[in-house]
């Protein structure tokens, strides 16, 4: 089955351990690219990567980073979080401007 | 950048009833898609809908891509039906922008 999946689906953590949220997809997608969605102010792009080892900031990328080894993969990291990154987060991916397809979205507490 | 605009923004049925949710955008685009988030909070893929009309059991969507709108409809809504429906749209980055959504409630 064609899918996006992030891991975890729900995360409480406390202010500055380091986390990871995984997105993987098994489209071979060229395109992948993180979400953040808050109530007030929609969903906005964190960080985009267009093909393996090519990555770029989004709208809000501060306090994120992001790598791509391989095609599949796309980890959000951040490495000290803070409340304001409680958030629920979205990895989508795509063929270059085509149908994008949203993984199941990571409920993130920061306290 | 390219702005887009979603009414109305909160809309309540009764069970069985129809409804068109309209998705305004104010630059020419290559990519148009609906989605429904669910009280899951998950994005569920509807349409991808550049221009034209495409049916799927209950619902349909229309884009006209040179009036810069599209329509979703909604008929014989049922309660599994609630939730937020998004339109987006895609830039020359290839980023999704989001509509603000429409919130609609089914009750029985």
């Known amino acids: 089955e064609a899918q996006v999946t992030q891991n975890p689906r729900y995360l409480i953590t406390v202010t500055g351990k380091k986390l990871t949220v995984t997105c993987s997809q098994n489209?071979?997608?060229?395109?992948m690219s993180w979400y953040r969605q808050d109530p007030g102010l929609g969903l906005r792009q964190i960080y985009y990567s267009m093909n393996v080892e090519v990555t770029d900031k989004g709208d809000v990328p501060e306090g994120y980073k992001v790598s791509r080894k391989e095609k599949r993969n796309f980890p959000l990291i951040l490495e000290s979080p803070s409340p304001n990154q409680t958030s629920l987060y979205f990895c989508a991916s795509s063929f270059l401007g085509a149908e994008a397809f949203f993984g199941q979205g990571t409920r993130l507490t920061v306290v | 950048g390219i702005q887009v605009e979603q009414s109305p923004p909160d809309l309540i049925l009764q069970e069985g009833a129809n409804s068109t949710l309209r998705c305004n955008f104010s630059?020419?685009?290559?990519?148009l898609q609906w989605f429904h988030q669910n009280p899951w909070g998950q994005l569920i893929n509807l349409f991808y809908?550049?221009?034209g009309t495409k049916q799927n059991g209950r619902l349909s969507a229309t884009t006209v891509a040179t009036e810069r709108y599209s329509l979703l409809y909604i008929s014989s809504s049922q309660t599994t039906d609630s939730g937020v429906y998004f339109c987006?749209?895609?830039?020359?980055?290839?980023?999704?922008?989001f509509g603000s959504g429409t919130r609609l409630l089914v009750r029985p």
């Open positions: 630059d020419s685009v290559n990519n």
């Open positions: 987006a749209v895609m830039d020359s980055s290839y980023k999704l922008i």
């Open positions: 809908i550049p221009s």
């Open positions: 489209m071979n997608h060229e395109y």
